[in-house]
């Protein structure tokens, strides 16, 4: 059974960082695309950053290009994202995904994700 557990969510002033992790397990971490999104209140879910088995390829939504950074550390089955100059309208409840494939696909539903962490709550005031 996959299991996915994020970490790193808080409150945040405007400007700031954060940086959410998310372990995996119940398969091979290493082979599988990962993925990050979030649900702000009374919002769809909305896709915020991906990256392939091996770190060759990440892929971000608009919102937060040039804001957000995500990695992974396959020797830990970690994915990080990596959250700067913090807005307001970043609230939300972010979520830990794992493909059903080696990457993400941006033309599939959700990305093509397949398991899905908790979430964890991530407030910027202002």
């Known amino acids: 059974q996959v299991q996915l557990v994020e970490s790193g969510g808080g409150l945040v002033q405007t400007g700031g960082s954060l940086r959410l992790s998310c372990v995996a397990s119940?398969?091979?971490?290493?082979?599988?695309?990962m993925a990050w999104f979030r649900r702000a209140p009374g919002k769809e879910r909305e896709f915020v950053a991906g990256?392939?088995?091996?770190?060759?390829?990440?892929y971000y939504g608009d919102s937060v290009k040039g804001r957000f950074a995500i990695s992974r550390d396959n020797a830990k089955n970690t994915v990080y994202l990596q959250m700067n100059s913090l807005k307001p309208e970043d609230t939300a409840v972010y979520y830990c995904?794992?493909?059903?494939?080696?990457?993400?696909?941006?033309?599939?539903?959700?990305?093509?994700?397949?398991?899905w962490g908790a979430g964890t709550l991530v407030t910027v005031s202002s």
């Open positions: 990256i392939s088995w091996s770190a060759g390829n990440t």
């Open positions: 119940g398969r091979p971490f290493s082979i599988y695309g």
């Open positions: 995904a794992q493909s059903r494939g080696d990457t993400y696909y941006p033309g599939a539903e959700n990305y093509g994700m397949e398991y």
